[in-house]
T-cell receptor
Framework: NAGVTQTPKFQVLKTGQSMTLQCAQD?????MYWYRQDPGMGLRLIYY???????DKGEVPNGYNVSRLNKREFSLRLESAAPSQTSVYFC?????????FGDGTRLSIL | AQKITQTQPGMFVQEKEAVTLDCTYD???????LFWYKQPSSGEMIFLIY??????QNATEGRYSLNFQKARKSANLVISASQLGDSAMYFC???????????FGKGTLLTVNP
């Protein structure tokens, strides 16, 4: 019973590099979400996808793009990484009852 | 817009005692949900308890209960008989609108002392 799986768990990038964070869920949820967690800020929504084929901006979308590849997978892309994007990134899935979270990706931008 | 406020950056409690973590919220949606999550030092987000805005009774899950006071817009988490393993960051969150995305508070760091 995997739930929500995020890869990679850790990543270090140089400023200007690009990368994609992967997320997959096996619970047949329609909605998927990407959050970032910074010290003292709680979790903030970057993008979400209410259903396959749709995506919408959250509170802090600048510098990110997303793709809802299919019902299971929702990826987050950093096209040109910046030090301000150093954070812990969480993917979540769900509908109305509690959103299930992945274990997070700890990303450092040097 | 939705807003969650957790006014206690840190709390201390003695083992086996009860503790209340405060959460107030603001929303214009008539239908919403309130959640509490636990984040231990290992980093994962663990769902604890949920309360719907139309639920008549306060939610309970084992040692966790949610003290829901709709008129005061508060959704406090009560942990009874605290255990050392309860030491963690606790986040209050709410959902609302058509897409059920969660808005989080900044969290309360709970330390349980032996």
């Amino acid at each position: 019973n995997a739930g929500v799986t995020q890869t990679p768990k850790f990543q270090v990038l140089k400023t200007g590099q690009s990368m994609t964070l992967q997320c997959a869920q096996d619970m047949n949820h329609n909605s998927m979400y990407w959050y970032r967690q910074d010290p003292g800020m709680g979790l903030r929504l970057i993008y979400y996808s209410a259903s396959e084929g749709t995506t919408d901006k959250g509170e802090v979308p600048n510098g990110y793009n997303v793709s809802r590849l299919n019902k299971r997978e929702f990826s987050l892309r950093l096209e040109s990484a910046a030090p301000s994007q150093t954070s812990v990134y969480f993917c979540a899935s769900g509908y109305s009852q509690p959103q299930h979270f992945g274990d997070g990706t700890r990303l450092s931008i040097l | 817009a939705q807003k969650i406020t957790q006014t206690q950056p840190g709390m201390f409690v003695q083992e086996k005692e009860a503790v209340t973590l405060d959460c107030t919220y603001d929303t214009s949606d008539p239908s919403y949900g309130l959640f509490w999550y636990k984040q231990p030092s290992s980093g994962e987000m663990i769902f604890l308890i949920y309360q719907g805005s139309y639920d008549q009774q306060n939610a309970t899950e084992g040692r966790y209960s949610l003290n829901f006071q709709k008129a005061r817009k508060s959704a406090n988490l009560v942990i009874s008989a605290s255990q050392l393993g309860d030491s963690a960051m606790y986040f209050c969150a709410m959902s609302g609108g058509s897409n059920y995305k969660l808005t989080f508070g900044k969290g309360t760091l709970l330390t349980v002392n032996p």
